[in-house]
């Protein structure tokens, strides 16, 4: 083999492999999460929490079946020394994408002693359940 | 100090303030109604359960019934028959059908379970009953009554459902606090035994 031929297959392994581990990087990122157990699955981007990130603080997540039911659980912590006021609220999606009409998407009220740790916990309305999102806000007494 | 000035001042100073009271009332009745998410942040909360702690009983009883797995047992959906809602707070105005309501949709959704409403105390229709009649009654098809009347066709329940709001009162000197949760359990009526029994999630009010 030429040298210009022998360069243009050294750069072509070189982009696969730089692809590969490109790849590898993207699979683990996925399950990255923060102060997480094995398993726990990536949330940024089902979880809105716009107000309160800096006091009620999501640390991980888990995906579950509980006797064929999408569950749910959102682990917490107040990263403040003060009590935490907030809300949660979860919706629930198809295969498809769509939303599940059901009775559970309202808000409940919790309060998080400072420096507690807490769960947020969930079930699928159904067993058409796959997807969900959660919104979690502050409220006032 | 002249005597009209005397007798004026408290006269003015009254009608000063019913001026005041009156603008304020008349303000407090031309503020707009608003309307809001009924459990979000707008919403209120009172020394009683609030509407938002009623669909947080229901929630989380209804995800305690369905995760325990005894549903398994009986045949699905299987029928259920509403017993006893029982208040035993010391709150009159609660609405019992709100939280067993949404209990028995979310219920129904999973398609496990299915209510009769023709026993109970809850739901209850009583057309099924009257419709049985219809047989006798020469104004009606007689052929339709026969095919679409509960003649010997009616669902027999195989569980009961029962319900208490509950709450637990307690104070010191200066504080005062009620604590209210839902309790429901669950009898097979074919042998009487408690098959599921649970408690909602507690709620505290301190004032």
């Known amino acids: ?141 | 100090m002249p005597v009209s000035a005397s007798v004026s001042a408290p006269f003015s100073a009254r009608f000063v303030l019913a001026l005041v009271f009156t603008s304020l009332a008349c303000s407090a009745c031309n503020t707009p109604p608003k309307r809001i998410d009924p459990t979000g942040p707008e919403a209120i909360t009172t020394e009683q359960i609030d509407y938002s702690e009623l669909r947080e009983f229901a929630d989380s009883l209804t995800q305690e019934m369905l995760t325990d797995g005894f549903l398994n047992a009986y045949p699905k959906p299987v029928i259920m028959q509403v017993s006893t809602i029982e208040n035993k707070t010391s709150i009159s105005t609660i609405n019992t059908e709100m939280v067993l309501g949404r209990i028995r949709t979310m219920l129904r959704k999973d398609n496990r379970v299915r209510f009769v409403a023709t026993l109970g105390n809850d739901a209850r229709d009583s057309s099924v009953r009257e419709n049985t009649q219809l047989g006798n009654d020469p104004m009606f098809n007689q052929q339709q009554a026969a095919e679409r009347t509960a003649q010997g066709t009616a669902t027999v329940p195989m569980l009961s459902v029962n319900t208490q709001i509950l709450s637990a009162y307690e104070r010191t000197n200066n504080v005062r606090q009620t604590n209210y949760e839902m309790r429901m359990w669950i009898v097979d009526l074919r042998n009487g035994e408690t098959v599921w029994e649970g408690f909602s999630n507690a709620v505290g009010k301190k004032r």
């Open chain 1, 1 to 141: 083999m030429s040298s210009p031929s022998r360069a243009i297959v050294n750069s072509l392994v070189a982009a696969i492999l730089i692809l590969s581990i490109g790849s590898c990087n993207t699979a683990s990122n996925v399950y990255a999460t923060k102060n997480a157990r094995p398993n726990a699955i990536d949330f940024e981007s089902k979880i809105s929490n716009p107000f309160l990130k800096d006091r009620v603080d999501v640390t991980s997540c888990y995906v579950g079946d509980a006797d064929g039911l999408l569950r749910v659980q959102v682990n917490i912590s107040n990263t403040t020394s003060a009590n935490a006021l907030y809300m949660y609220k979860f919706t629930w999606y198809d295969a498809s994408g769509l939303k599940v009409s059901n009775n559970s998407d309202f808000w409940t009220r919790r309060e998080l002693n400072g420096g507690a740790s807490s769960e947020i916990v969930g079930l699928g309305p159904n067993k058409a359940t796959v997807d969900w999102r959660l919104e979690i806000r502050p409220w006032d007494r």
